[in-house]
């Protein structure tokens, strides 16, 4: 019933900016942490930024100083601003967020976006 769409994904030179957003629907009593991921060529699939339902922030030591996550609770939307890209950002960016669709003690079960490319050139 939950679904997470990512939006925001294209090609970017190096240096340039995107900003990925992510918003969930379905039936949702509740969102806990909310993150992106990704997952570059060849590698495992890798956390970029979380974000608790407070602001309280975590970022990869990849992305610090270059990337913002951010959140609306009231539209169910966590946001990536990226800055600085490189060509190493290159990946599948991917969206992930802790939902409780009933109003039950750790009934908590994470959720997943199909992912949006972000493809930075040289």
């Known amino acids: 019933q939950v679904q997470l769409v990512e939006s925001g994904g294209g090609l970017v030179q190096a240096g340039g900016s995107l900003r990925l957003s992510c918003a969930a629907s379905?039936?949702?009593?509740?969102?806990?942490?909310m993150g992106w991921y990704r997952q570059r060529p060849g590698n495992q699939r890798e956390l970029v930024a979380t974000?608790?339902?407070?602001?309280?922030?975590n970022y990869a030591d990849s992305v610090k100083g270059r990337f913002s996550i951010s959140r609306d609770n009231a539209k169910n939307t966590v946001y990536l601003q990226m800055n600085s890209l490189n060509p190493e950002d290159t990946a599948i960016y991917y969206c992930n967020a802790e939902i409780e669709i009933i109003p039950i003690l750790q009934s908590e079960k994470n959720y997943w976006g199909q992912g949006t490319q972000v493809t930075v050139s040289s």
């Open positions: 974000i608790t339902s407070g602001g309280t922030t």
């Open positions: 379905g039936i949702i009593f509740s969102i806990n942490l």
